[in-house]
T-cell receptor, first 118, second 111 residues
């Protein structure tokens, strides 16, 4: 089945530093990938839509300069949390949809990245 | 505004019984609805998709119903097993074609 690999699974960084999270579709191509953020016992909150070869589109209230997204190929999207602060600590999850399938096909998720900013 | 509501209280159920979860939505006109399973510290895993013209969908021990008049979907796990313990999320496409999730309902199946 379709696999999305997300790395790292956990990262601890100091306040003010930047952290890059990678999301790869391993056996399918993904023109579009999605980045979510999840707080404990809360729903996944869509942060942005990553589009291969073009700029990402961000949801209302998400700072694009804070959360930099790059989607340089059909199988890789990266999220960089810049100048991280403790309030950025969260669980970040990427997902992708197979480009060859219909728009209503299921999303395939990575296993998430637990970011802790100290 | 668009809302997806799932019961926030954990559902504790004995092994072998049927677990029934509810997903209610407002201000959506979805063409389909999806259910996912999420284990602690992991990403969601797709389970089932049901279209607006389908009343019911089954996959092994799982059954989903979709009532667009009531704006509700029910998710059933029959003959539940401890391995079914997880959080179950329903999801809908919002007005802009992006998948939005409910907060999920935790299911705990005890032997």
């Amino acid at each position: 089945g379709a696999v999305v690999s997300q790395h790292p699974s956990r990262v601890i960084c100091k306040s003010g530093t930047s952290v890059k999270i990678e999301c790869r579709s391993l056996d399918f191509q993904a023109t579009t990938m999605f980045w979510y953020r999840q707080f404990p016992k809360k729903s996944l909150m869509l942060m942005a839509t990553s589009n291969e070869g073009s700029k990402a589109t961000y949801e209302q209230g998400v700072e694009k300069d804070k959360f930099l997204i790059n989607h340089a190929s059909l199988t890789l999207s990266t999220l960089t949390v810049t100048s991280a602060h403790p309030e950025d600590s969260s669980f970040y999850i990427c997902s992708a949809r197979d480009s060859l399938r219909a728009g209503n096909s299921p999303l395939h998720f990575g296993n998430g990245t637990r970011l802790t900013v100290t | 505004s668009q809302k997806i509501e799932q019961n926030s209280e954990a559902l504790n159920i004995q092994e072998g019984k049927t677990a029934t979860l509810t997903c209610n939505y407002t201000n959506y006109s979805p063409a389909y609805l999806q259910w996912y399973r999420q284990d602690p510290g992991r990403g969601p895993v797709f389970l089932l998709l049901i279209r607006e013209n389908e009343k019911e969908k089954r996959k092994e021990r799982l059954k989903v119903t979709f009532d667009t008049t009531l704006k509700q979907s029910l998710f059933h796990i029959t003959a539940s097993q401890p391995a079914d313990s997880a959080t179950y999320l329903c999801a809908l496409d919002n007005s802009w074609g992006k998948l939005q999730f409910g907060a999920g309902t935790q299911v705990v199946v005890t032997p």
